[in-house]
Structure formats: C-alpha cells, structure tokens
C-alpha cells in the first residue's frame, strides 16, 4: 500500500493519494475526513470481489451500497464531497497482461508447445465472486495461446493446487499467485504445500516400478500479481473510468482547510501535540518525541521527509507494529524536520485523523458514534459483538484502551478541551476503533486472552 501510494504520488496526476485501513490507522471510518479534497475516488486494493469489497468497505465509509459492485461502480454524495468507489483493482482486464507479465520473469522463453500456466487463486466458500476473476483470467490467458495447458487452481478450494501434478501434461509449469501481496501463504503456504525449493523447482518422473506422477516437470514460482509495479497503471485506469466528464475536482474541503489552518498557526508557536512536539525552526519544522525535548541535536536520529518518519515511528522501541498510533508507545530517538508543505502530511502520518477529529470536537462539531450503533452495524465474524453486556464492553475497553491517549466521547467521556486549546494528551475517540471490536468479539466468545493477550 505505502509503495503503490508513494509511486501514484510522483507522478503528480491526482491532488493527493490517502491510504485507509481496515485494521489499522486511519481506518476506513476516519478515512474521508482524512480528504483534502471534495471529489475523492475509492480503490479497493483487493485481488478479487468478495466480502470486504462488497459489504466491510461500502458499509464502513457509510456509502450506502451493499452487494455486488456494477461495472461503472458507485457515486454518492457524503458530507459536501463527491465519492466514488471503484471495483477492486484485481478485476480489472489489465490484470491479465500483469499475470502474463510475472509468468515471463520466471521464464522468458515460456513456449505454448511445452509449458503450462497455473494461476494460483486462494478461494472461499463464502463467496463464489472471490474465484470468479481466477477462472476468467485462465479463460483468457488460454485463447491467447501463449501456453500450453492454463489452469485455475485453489489453495481452499477445489480444484485445489495441490493436485497439479494429476492435472498438467508440460514439462515446464509456470505457478503465478493471484495474491495481493507477499505474505505468510505466498512465501510459506504454497511453496511448503507443493515442495518448492525456490524459483525453479524440479520434480522427477516416476522411477522404475513406482507409482508416482507422470513425466519429469520443472516448475517456475512467480512472485504475486498484486505486487507488479503495473498495478499502478490499473490504479490510475479505474480511477479515470470512475470519474467521468463532468467532474472537474480541485475543490478543498472546508472543514479539512480550517482544522490545518488552525493546527499551521499553533505550530508557529510551537506545539505539543499527543507525544511528540513541533517547535518553528528557520521557517522549517521540527517534530521529535515530548520527552527529548532538551536533547542535542547530534543525538538524534534526523528524519528529512514524511515517509521516512513513518517508516521510522511505526515500530516501537521493542520493534512491534504500532497499527495504533495514539497508543502511548512512539519511540523517542529521532527528529524530523520538514518544511511547510511536508508538515501537514508528516503529522497525518504520525496521528491520523488526530487533527480533523481533534479540531472538530474543539469547534463542538465532532459527531460520535455510541458502542450499541457500532455493534449494530457489525456483520460476518464480527457480529456477535452485538451479544456483549454493556459490563463487558467497558471491561474490555478499559484494558484495550488504556494505553491510548484518546479520551472514549463515543462512551459518553467528556472532553471539554483538547490539544487545540492547549492540553497536549486531550485527543477525542469518535467510534470505538477495529482493535476494540475484534477484542469485544473475542470477550463473548469466551476466548479473550487464550492466546497469550490480545491486539495491545
């Protein structure tokens, strides 16, 4: 996500490019006020259609829409600004030359006359949409010609991948994953499943009187489509498809405006905001840790641009994921001078939606959402939040929460002053975050804390 964002963002064709999570900050509730802009397109950064991208997604940024997405995708109107939302980016038809593309790295001379192509999908049964986009790419790719044999194969689901050698006649076997991203099922899963000692694998024929698969066969492992550099192209075609004629964009927000404004103007003054403090320095900013104020210079590490700030606070001290940058746990070492544009995008990263929410409680404008409305939405796995007593609720929040600088106003917590008014810890919670979800599901199901503790 930061790679694909970072690459759409040098080629300077959109007024600005925001990442939204489900798991992590901002998330996809926080997202739009995040949005300088009023004319914003959604990308699903989803291999296939399924689930998330028809129900977690549309529902989350209240986009009012639920079920498949049609092929001109969704428009709404959500708080004076034009949205969109896109198909996710693995149906679109570029990503059948994206899979041809990563077959060819593994094996430039790939010949139809004795090479097979198996696209590796990960399949669900709980949603038949998930393995559609799989069979079709394998559809195309086979009128094309280029190889051989072309197969649709599953990790969960049949036919499963681990059955190839019963399905393939080539000598040459090509595995592409249709997988977003590297990760636990494209570096461990299939390699350890199917015996793959790396990029080329060599699987002998049967010896004599032995009952195995047919004939010797190489294998040729790529690395997943969702990584190629050309999925930028597919970004930036989607959000073009989406756009249409008559949208000319350009507009910023006012809400988004006034709450940077105000937050420049402290800034000036120098500011301590959450853990970390911002002080004016040359007509350049300056932002370390609260607690190494004083500390030279020299004993710093110095940070020169936003991403390389985010990259350096996301870990803690001990080097685990900070998914929740309000958590009292930034690591201190570092200072990150910035100039006034990279200002705005510097504190975004390291406090995500922390200003719009922030000014927006500050003017009295702050809309929150109570526990029963969150849990109400709540669907899948994650509906049976709705079962928790109010008694566990607060049991669980006062654990998961507690390490948060974030004060509950979705509990009904009063928050009469906030770091705009000078109280650097004063930082308001609008809805009970992901994390806290997930840990109130665990709650009643009774299985909270049986794997060694939870998220924080």
Not at 350 to 359: N, Q, T
Request: proline content about 6%.
């Amino acid at each position: 996500m930061y790679r694909y964002a970072e690459l759409l963002r040098s080629r300077g064709l959109f007024d600005e490019v925001v990442e939204g999570y489900w798991k992590e900050e901002p998330s996809l509730r926080q997202v739009l006020r995040t949005c300088r802009y009023t004319d914003v397109t959604i990308i699903p950064m989803f291999i296939s259609e399924g689930y998330f991208t028809e129900t977690v997604i549309p529902r989350e940024m209240g986009l009012g829409h639920q079920g498949p997405v049609p092929r001109e995708g969704v428009a709404r109107t959500l708080g004076g600004r034009t949205v969109r939302y896109t198909l996710p980016y693995g149906v679109h038809p570029a990503m059948t030359d994206v899979i041809l593309e990563r077959a060819r790295e593994v094996l430039p001379d790939a010949d139809g006359e004795d090479t097979a192509l198996i696209i590796i999908g990960h399949g669900t049964t709980r949603n038949e949409n998930s393995n559609k986009i799989v069979h079709q790419n394998a559809a195309l790719l086979r009128e094309r010609g280029v190889f051989s044999e072309v197969h649709a194969l599953f990790l969960d689901e049949e036919p499963k991948v681990t059955g190839w050698r019963e399905k393939v006649r080539a000598s040459r076997v090509v595995m592409v994953p249709f997988f977003a991203s590297e990760g636990w099922h494209t570096l461990e899963t299939i390699p350890e499943d199917l015996g793959l000692e790396g990029t080329v694998t060599v699987f002998p024929g049967p010896e004599d009187g032995q009952d195995a698969p047919g004939l010797e066969q190489t294998v040729y492992y790529g690395k997943p489509v969702g990584t190629h550099p050309a999925v930028a192209d597919v970004i930036v075609q989607l959000a073009e498809e989406a756009r249409g004629a008559s949208v000319t964009g350009g507009d910023r927000a006012q809400d988004h405006r006034a709450a940077w404004d105000a937050l420049t103007a402290l800034a000036d003054q120098g500011l301590r905001m959450g853990e970390i403090l911002i002080r004016p320095q040359g007509g350049l900013y300056e932002l370390r840790h609260a607690l190494d104020e004083g500390r030279s210079s020299e004993t710093l590490v110095t940070l020169v641009t936003p991403e390389g700030l985010r990259d350096h606070t996301r870990l803690t001290e001990a080097g685990e994921h900070r998914p929740v940058h309000t958590l009292r746990n930034l690591r201190r070492g570092w200072r990150a001078v910035m100039n006034a544009s990279d200002l705005q995008r510097a504190v975004h990263l390291l406090y995500p939606a922390v200003v719009e929410e922030g000014y927006a409680c500050h003017t009295h404008a702050l809309r929150s959402t109570p526990w029963p409305t969150t849990a109400r939405r709540q669907t899948g796995i994650y509906a049976k939040v709705q079962k928790a007593t109010p008694e566990q609720v607060e049991h669980v929040a006062q654990d998961v929460c507690g390490g948060c600088l974030k004060t509950r106003v979705w509990a009904g917590h009063r928050l009469p002053q906030t770091f705009f008014s000078g109280v650097p810890g004063a930082i308001p919670c609008a809805e009970a975050c992901t994390f806290l979800v997930a840990e109130i599901r665990e709650e009643v199901a009774g299985k909270r804390g049986q794997s060694g503790g939870h998220s924080h």
